[in-house]
Structure formats: structure tokens, C-alpha cells
């Protein structure tokens, strides 16, 4: 059984010599997260409320044949994976990544942009079947598990998704852990919503001054939450120092928030990368008290503000940064 993200050994199983069958009835006293774990070799994932499950499965190689029915739960989250899978293989798709590989390589911007449109047009329209799909399903702890790990849907863009569905679980599940972890999970979303004030940050500079965010305020700042040892970051450091130079002068501001440990590794990347507006950090890596404030779990992570400080954009890069600043500043002009 899962508690938390620990797996707890809950009891072991005997097969039946005869046939290789087994049957196990399991008290629970609320539905949660539980795992078959073959001989070492094959782990079969459940979800067990209070519905009879028949498992099948070959047992003795890592991917072998596995089948679970009977939980509703576990028939959603592979009609999710399913929608997802499809899209992915569809003919459109495949001709779209066929496309934007043969423009990238002849360096063909306008047709660039314009399959990239296509393609989150047509993501769009995926994502779409799969929230009608959660909203056919009522409190589950299936759903729970599709939107939790972050790879279907799009937290940010998808927040009312996310905060509805937390609503549901809140009355129908109020005793359910896993419910109540993903309710508070969704709350400190909330915090960090579009159209909320982000929380202030104060931490020193490279001169072991503390300079806060809010001390920005009156610009469009974008909180860059990066680090000289992750590759993603430096690679989309040159975008955003070519927006600095070429916005700066209107009222773009950046404050980056590194998470290094080392200040030589801090100062060095900074130099290198020509990263040369407000730096603050406190050397603690993902110990750092503004990675706690705003829940950071990978970077690079990124936020656009308002001149109130207010969020209006979220991970934005390359095109996407680039597109946002420009609308900004033409109706700013």
C-alpha cells in the first residue's frame, strides 16, 4: 500500500500451485494506492475502493502482459492514457512533426509558427476529450492520479480544471488522504494562479545585499527561477537576455533566483551567460526559502508579472516569451 509516495508492504501472497491463481480480500477503510509486486521482477499498479478488481497478469518479465478490471478507476486512467496515445500516433499529428522537422531544418520561421499553431490547435481539442472524460467520472481517485502527474494537463493553463475538481473532492472524499493531499496541493496552486499577486521574495544579491521582487514593481518582471547547472536554463538564457536588451529600456525587468550552492558557480554562470539584472539567491539548491514559497519542483520555472505584480503568464520561453513581451509593449506604445 502507498502512504504518501512510500510503498508499505501490506501482506504477501501465495499462488495457487494447481493454476498460478491467487485471491486476496483486502480490508480498507478508505480507497487508496496499492501495487502487486511479482517475484521482483513485475509490478502491477491498483487502485482499491470497494469494488471487486480481477487481475491477470504474466508475473515473470518486467513489461509482460497485464490486464486489471473491474475498477473504474483504473479503466479511466488508461482511457486517458489512450486519448493521449492516440493523438500522438494520429495521421495529422505525424505529418505536423514531419513538417516543422523538414522547416527547422531549412530554418523556414513562417512555417515554423505556423505548424506549431496547428499543433496546439489540435492539442487543444485532445485535452478538451480528456477533461469531458474527468467530467463524466465524478470524485475518483483515477482522475487524481492523471492530473497529479502533471503530463496530460497543463496545471497552469488548466487551473479552473484543477480547482473544480478539487472543490468535488473536498465533499464527496473529505476523509480520503490521497484526496485531501491533492486538495491542498490544489490550494497552494492557487497561490500561484494567473491573476494572482505573486509572494514577495527577499534574498541577497551577489554583493550580499537583500533586494526583493516587489522592489521591482512598476515594471513587467519576469521571475526566473534557474541555476548555472541546469542545461534547459542556460540554454534559454540567450532568449531572455535578448528580450532584456530589447525591452529593458520600456520597463522589462528580470529577477533571477538561482538555485546553486556554490556562489563561484552562481557568479560564474552570471558572467558567462551575460545575465546582467537583479540576481538573488541564498545558495541553498531546492532548500532555497523561494523555491519552498513558490513550490518549485524542476526548472527552469518562470513568471511574468504585472507592474501591481501581478501573474499574468507562466513559463513562458523562446517564441512564447518573446510573443507575450511584444504584444505587451506595442499596446504599452
Request: hydrophobic content about 40%; some cysteine; overall charge negative.
Amino acid at each position: 500500500k502507498f502512504e504518501g509516495n512510500q510503498p508499505v508492504p501490506l501482506d504477501t501472497l501465495v499462488l495457487n500451485e494447481e493454476d498460478y491463481t491467487f485471491s486476496k480480500e483486502v480490508t480498507i477503510e478508505t480507497p487508496g494506492y496499492y501495487r502487486l509486486n511479482f517475484y521482483n521482477i513485475q509490478q502491477v499498479p491498483l487502485i482499491l475502493d470497494d469494488e471487486d478488481v480481477q487481475v491477470n497478469v504474466d508475473g515473470n518479465a518486467r513489461n509482460g502482459f497485464s490486464h486489471v478490471s473491474g475498477s473504474e478507476d483504473h479503466d479511466f486512467i488508461m482511457h486517458a492514457q489512450q486519448i493521449m496515445q492516440e493523438f500522438q500516433a494520429s495521421e495529422k499529428v505525424q505529418m505536423i512533426n514531419q513538417q516543422f522537422s523538414q522547416a527547422s531544418a531549412t530554418q523556414n520561421q513562417q512555417a515554423i509558427d505556423s505548424l506549431r499553431k496547428a499543433y496546439m490547435e489540435l492539442d487543444a481539442a485532445m485535452k478538451q476529450d480528456l477533461i469531458n472524460a474527468i467530467d463524466t467520472m465524478g470524485a475518483s481517485l483515477g482522475v487524481v492520479e492523471i492530473l497529479r502527474n502533471g503530463r496530460m494537463l497543463d496545471k497552469d493553463k488548466h487551473y479552473e480544471v484543477y480547482k473544480d475538481y478539487a472543490a468535488l473532492l473536498k465533499e464527496e472524499m473529505p476523509n480520503v488522504p490521497l484526496a485531501i493531499d491533492f486538495v491542498k496541493e490544489v490550494e497552494q496552486m492557487g497561490k500561484l494562479a494567473v491573476g494572482q499577486v505573486a509572494p514577495d521574495i527577499a534574498l541577497p544579491n551577489p554583493d550580499g545585499e537583500i533586494v526583493s521582487l516587489s522592489s521591482l514593481r512598476g515594471n513587467y518582471v519576469l521571475v526566473d527561477f534557474w541555476a548555472k547547472w541546469c542545461k534547459p536554463c542556460r540554454m534559454e538564457n540567450p532568449n531572455v537576455v535578448r528580450m532584456y536588451n530589447k525591452y529593458n529600456d520600456q520597463g522589462f525587468e528580470v529577477f533571477g533566483v538561482s538555485l546553486d550552492r556554490k556562489r563561484e558557480d552562481w557568479l560564474q554562470a552570471i558572467e558567462e551567460d551575460g545575465l546582467h539584472w537583479t540576481q538573488v539567491s541564498d545558495l541553498k539548491y531546492w532548500n532555497s526559502k523561494a523555491a519552498e514559497i513558490y513550490n518549485i519542483k524542476a526548472i527552469p520555472f518562470a513568471l511574468l508579472l504585472d507592474p501591481e505584480g501581478v501573474i499574468i503568464a507562466k513559463n513562458l520561453r523562446g517564441p512564447a516569451l518573446e510573443d507575450k513581451l511584444a504584444e505587451i509593449f506595442s499596446k504599452e506604445n
